[in-house]
């Protein structure tokens, strides 16, 4: 060493970590690497989706920002004074495992820390753009294939390729929400999780069975065709599946066709949850709540390894809820249970098993509103928002749903890798709804009579997915390769029973729980559901360019049994889908994309039997999607720009000869512009920011042989032209302030139709606000202790959404409040 080279060197104790192999590290750090010097404190480069030791090291010159690092985690570091000469950092502040944290601190710089062999790092270049390299081994968390959550600003993604893809190369787009962004906006349910993301609208149905009822780019997405949790589906049955936010990590929509690697999907995408896994650093958290509308929770969060070595992980998720609703004799109780265990017998194999319990207890009444009183002018007044449409001792909507399951990864060689993923799930759903249809039931202005329904279901689920990853270079050109194959099985049984009931006067209920039951089932019977994919993808890099190709072939059977006439349908389809997309990476951070996808969905039903009676095909979507994504050197953001043009094909309509019966004559477009920013301005201000502009049209229908009314020209129901939402998120770090937190959202939802576009339903501008405050900050004696309050729709603004039926409308969430006192360690 000369004698103008100084070498820096912090000296202390080292953590025994298993390492993973190095070139899972490299493709893991890489992005942090290359990220701006502004990147927020919980930088979505970690290699690990977990919630790690939490560090506050303020910015300024390099040197001193690795040093103070180094000795605040543990471990030594050592790197020529040269190196880091007029450089600077932001610091870090997060929770961070070490590998990560000194990536955060590195970013912008050219430089990355590598680990030795005796746990003592290192700073050298980073390797030219394009060039292998193989690197020590750095220590991550959990699988490869999971990529970083817990900050604000997601710059990768697994959901959209099954690879851990950043997303900037992904020639789709792609909204995550974080669990750190849930976190500062106080997120307590899946439609406020969604609330700023643009393409998606989620219908608040308060009182209501909760389970997720959403609209992807103008097509609606129940839970059996677009709900995924960890990359498999939720389930079959939209009324089983009720998502408990406080167990997620993030939650992915992926905009557009996806069924190349989804299989059976509605045309508008997917939305894909990840929830809470095993974590190598020790994490303990406990938290109360209390909001208006009786609202009562607990919950706590545990994780960490169970010996030294740090081969074998565990985490332990759960809620208890005891809470009301706006609407009157309809709860929103809950208890879910969620561990989870992972065991790292090498350092090139992960094995992960599961389980989850939840119990979920709903009002069940379908608060289908009539538009008289609501939307429209009522000479008796506006109707309450905390009606209770149904019979309180009798109305209710329970769900037990148990799952289990595992997920193992194991990298055979340094370039392929096997993944498995399976789960099953067995679900009880005891549902007595209540409802009617429209105005129809109202007399004179008030009096509303709706009918019953006893409605049981129990399911069974089984899902697995298997895949093989490998890295291969043809010449110049680098692949990542892909293929896979995956299960689906389900089976449900259903019966239904209706009755009838008396008049309730809105205004002034008095509920007789008086029911006359008929004495048949109007359902009696069992489905089976068997879907088998066979898919393959190759993302091909020749020096900027990066095309993304892939193919998928689906066998799809449906059964149903109808225990009443004892007849028995057996549906099979099959499908052929796929996706092309080019990317450009420029230096500046703009990336230019193209591409091509297809989906499909089995459809139910019959053709006239003087056609022949066949089964319907399935139905098909395609998509033409342009975009720019845009990572701004210098700065922690994910801007994304995309139009679209959607159509879904083989829709049925009427039959134009045969009354009665239905065709598959009919199409769908849906159009549009997306904009969406998510950016961390600095390592204490966050802002995410959407738009969405949505021209969609019924292009094909027939006229009804007795209505003779044709849908052809018309707006699909519950669909706005114009979305949009930003939320600002600032926390004080410095002065007798510091640790306060501040977060303030604006959200608007345009006008939408019902599907004879008869029915206009106003649009809503909602407000949200949180305030919080890190109470550590103010004594040690109060280090991890937090407390925030959150508002959702602060200003108590009233507005409706569409309801179940044409001439029908729900009432909007009203203000809710909620108060969070929590404690980690």
């Known amino acids: 060493m000369s004698h103008n080279q100084s070498v820096h060197a912090v000296s202390v104790r080292r953590m025994r970590l298993c390492a993973l192999p190095s070139h899972l590290a490299l493709l893991f750090m890489a992005p942090a690497l290359l990220a701006s010097p502004l990147l927020h404190a919980q930088g979505a480069v970690m290699a690990s989706e977990s919630t790690a030791r939490r560090f506050d090291i303020p910015g300024g010159p390099l040197a001193q920002v690795i040093s103070q690092y180094a000795s605040a985690a543990g471990v030594a570091i050592s790197f020529d004074a040269a190196q880091t000469r007029g450089l600077t950092s932001a610091g870090v502040h997060g929770a961070y495992m070490v590998g990560a944290g000194f990536a955060v601190a590195l970013a912008g710089s050219g430089l990355q820390a590598v680990r030795g062999a005796q746990g003592a790092y290192t700073l050298q270049p980073l390797p030219a753009a394009g060039s292998v390299a193989t690197l020590p081994s750095i220590t991550v968390t959990g699988s490869t294939e999971r990529p970083a959550d817990d900050a604000f600003v997601a710059l990768r993604s697994s959901g959209g390729t099954k690879t851990n893809t950043p997303l900037i190369e992904i020639p789709q787009a792609i909204s995550v929400v974080s669990r750190e962004e849930m976190d500062q906006r106080g997120v307590q349910n899946f439609n406020s999780a969604v609330a700023y993301t643009p393409g998606i609208r989620a219908i608040d149905y308060p009182g209501g ?49 996806s069924s190349v690697l989804y299989g059976q999907i509605a045309p508008g995408g997917l939305v894909d949850m990840t929830t809470k896994r095993p974590t190598e650093t020790p994490l303990h958290e406990i938290e109360l709540q209390g909001g208006n509308f009786d609202r009562r929770q607990a919950a706590f969060d545990f994780a960490g390894p169970m010996d030294q070595e740090g081969n074998w992980l565990y985490r332990v998720t759960g809620v208890a809820r005891n809470s009301g609703t706006q609407v009157d004799h309809s709860p929103d109780d809950r208890l879910y249970l969620a561990p989870s265990l992972t065991w790292r017998p090498t350092d090139r194999t992960n094995v992960t098993v599961y389980a989850s319990y939840q119990r979920s207890k709903r009002g069940g009444s379908e608060q289908s509103l009539p538009l008289t009183g609501t939307v429209d002018d009522n000479p008796a007044g506006r109707f309450p928002s905390d009606v209770f449409l149904g019979q309180p001792d009798l109305t209710h909507y329970t769900v037990e749903n148990t799952s289990v399951g595992y997920e193992i990864e194991h990298a055979a060689t340094e370039n392929w890798t096997v993944r498995q993923k399976a789960r099953y799930t067995h679900a009880d759903v005891d549902y007595v709804s209540s409802g009617a249809r429209n105005s129809a039931q109202l007399t004179d202005g008030r009096y509303y009579t709706f009918g019953m329904q006893d409605r049981p279901k129990s399911t069974d689920t089984f899902l697995v997915d298997t895949n093989v990853e490998g890295r291969i270079s043809t010449g110049a050109v680098q692949h990542t390769v892909l293929a896979g194959l995956d299960y689906g099985y389900y089976s449900g049984r259903e019966s239904r029973t209706g009755g009838t009931n008396g008049t309730v ?73 796929g996706r092309s997309g080019i990317t450009y990476l420029f230096d500046n951070g703009i990336a230019p994309y193209v591409s091509y996808s297809t989906s499909f969905q089995p459809a139910s039903g019959t053709m006239a039997p003087a056609r022949g009676g066949g089964n319907f095909d399935p139905t098909k979507g395609k998509q033409y999607e342009v975009g720019i994504k845009y990572q701004p050197p210098g700065s922690d953001s994910m801007i994304t720009a995309s139009l679209f043009q959607l159509t879904q094909q083989n829709v049925t309509t009427a039959d134009p000869v045969y009354s009665g019966y239905s065709v598959q004559d009919g199409e769908v477009r849906s159009r549009g512009l997306e904009l969406e920013a998510k950016t961390s301005l600095a390592a204490n201000l966050n802002l995410a920011a959407s738009y969405t502009y949505l021209d969609a049209e019924i292009t094909k229908d027939n006229a009804n042989l007795i209505t003779g009314v044709s849908k052809k020209g018309l707006r699909p129901a519950s669909v706005p032209r114009h979305m949009a939402g930003l939320f600002v998120d600032y926390t004080v770090r410095t002065g007798p302030l510091s640790g306060l937190g501040l977060g303030t959202g604006v959200r608007y939802v345009g006008w939408s139709y019902n599907a004879a576009n008869t029915v206009k339903i106003g649009g809503y501008t909602l407000v949200d606000a949180v305030l919080r405050h890190d109470l550590g900050q103010l004594s040690p004696d109060l280090k991890g202790l937090r407390a925030s309050i959150s508002a959702t729709n602060l200003f108590d603004k009233r507005y409706f959404t569409p309801g179940f039926y044409d001439q029908s409308v729900f009432y909007g969430n009203r203000r809710a409040v909620v108060g969070t006192l929590s404690y980690s360690w």
């Open 209 to 257: 069975q909760g389970a997720p009822d959403i609209y992807l780019r103008g097509f609606r997405a129940f839970n059996l065709f677009s709900t995924f949790r960890d990359g498999l589906r939720a389930g079959f049955n939209q009324y089983d599946i009720d998502i408990e936010t406080y167990g997620l990590e993030r939650i992915d929509v992926i905009k557009g066709p």
């Open 505 to 577: 006067d809105i205004f002034n209920p008095v509920y007789t729980n008086t029911t006359t039951w008929n004495s048949f089932k109007s359902v009696d019977g069992k489905s089976h559901v068997y879907q088998t994919g066979l898919y393959a993808q190759d993302q091909l890099r020749y020096e900027r360019w990066i095309l993304t190709l892939g193919g998928r072939y689906d066998w799809a059977t449906n059964k149903e049994s109808n225990y009443l006439s004892d007849a028995s349908t057996k549906v099979n389809s099959e499908a052929f889908t």
